[in-house]
């Protein structure tokens, strides 16, 4: 079987870890993690970082990397997958990413550049979101450059704020650095599926088990360790929602069902951002998955 690098994708709850460890027992693999809140330390049942009794014995990459209060950076992480990649292909072994984020998986599959950045710039524009909120720096760069507008939600201000820097700093569209999908690394990537009724039945039923699983106690037990100072981690689903409640902002309950709702939102963000790849081929989640998927790849 020539393949050299395989990736796993698509949206929460489709089941991407078990379809990534079967590949992986199946190929002689490593599975390199491709989700952005996984790489922090003690997120576990909140992200469903798949635990170590569950790996059946594939070693797994990139989790556990960060503590609660780094900011997340794709560029820190691409340097990090690809040395994990080339390490596991050195040793003659097949990397299999697995993973939902789309910029994440992208960085580590090398179509991403990295413009530097610029110190005056970004507190400037930081400064601007602090005291006007996102919505207008949006409004800018729908302006300057609408296919990056289109592709960052109005609400995230960290991002704005970057492509806002990087056009800027580079008199280039932020777009620009999202290059066609006909460059970056060979692989072949696996896209999981499911009918949106199930897919929201998995997402409510995987937030039921989080909270009976204690989740509550491990944010605040993170929270304690400077969750609340993480710029990402603190914003991550489910974290921010119980931090919340924490705070006095909601009671338990409503924190769950915010959470359950942000997951659904999410979900479908992820399948609009996966289905414009037309490297990936698609596989409906369910019966014998790990069978078709080793089928597609031979």
Known sequence: MDTH???VVGATATGKSGLGIAL???LGGEVVNADSMQLYQGMDIGTAKEP???RQGVPHHLLDVWPVTQTANVADYQKLARTAIEDIAARGRIPVLVGGSGLYIRAALGDLEFPGTDDEIRARLESELAADGSIGLHQRLQAADPAAAAAILPSNGRRIVRALEVIELSGRPFSATLPGYDSGRPAVQVGLTIDRPELDRRIEERVGRMWAAGFEAEVRA??????REGRTASRALGYQQVLRALDGEWTPEQSREETARATRRF??????WFRRDPRITWLASGEDLA???LALLK
């Not at 993170?222 to 969750?227: I, M």
């Not at 979900?267 to 609009?272: F, G, N, Y």
Request: charged share 20%.
């Open 52 to 54: 170590a009794a569950a």
């Open 267 to 272: 979900a479908r963000r992820q399948e609009s």
């Open 5 to 7: 690098l395989v990736a």
């Open 291 to 293: 069978t078709r998927a």
């Open 222 to 227: 993170l929270a304690a360790v400077g969750l």
């Open 24 to 26: 992986a027992r199946a």
